[in-house]
């Protein structure tokens, strides 16, 4: 099975441009609020700060129905911790992760 993930994003000069213009939190806001456009790795991870995944057996077509599970193992005023796991269908660990975003409220 052939896949492919195709981004498209806007010239960054102009968001770096507007990145020295305004306070930081500003910036940010302006970017979750629509108003700039994301960085081409922000569509895809969001406001991360931190994000790490290990993969410990390999995930194949034959691998079949995989359920993944997650939480929150942290949620703070500015920054939230989670993990991840993803499981095949007897129940073994095919990969885990974490991650550290930052909340903008």
């Known amino acids: ?9 806007e010239d960054p000069r102009a968001l ?4 020295r213009s305004m306070p930081a939190l500003e ?10 456009p994301p960085a081409p ?3 895809l991870l969001g406001f991360t700060l931190e994000t790490k995944f290990n993969l410990v057996r ?12 997650g939480r929150v193992v942290h ?5 939230a911790t989670s993990e991840g796991y993803l499981r095949d ?4 660990l095919l990969a885990h992760g974490t991650s550290t975003c930052l909340i903008i409220s």
């Open 1 to 9: 099975m052939d896949r492919s993930l195709t981004i498209d994003w």
């Open 16 to 19: 770096g441009q507007q990145a």
């Open 27 to 36: 910036f940010l806001g302006a970017i979750r609020d629509g108003k700039l």
């Open 41 to 43: 790795i922000q569509r």
């Open 58 to 69: 390999p995930i194949t077509a034959e691998t079949g129905r995989i359920a993944a599970e």
């Open 75 to 79: 949620r703070g005023r500015t920054t």
């Open 89 to 92: 269908a007897s129940g073994k």
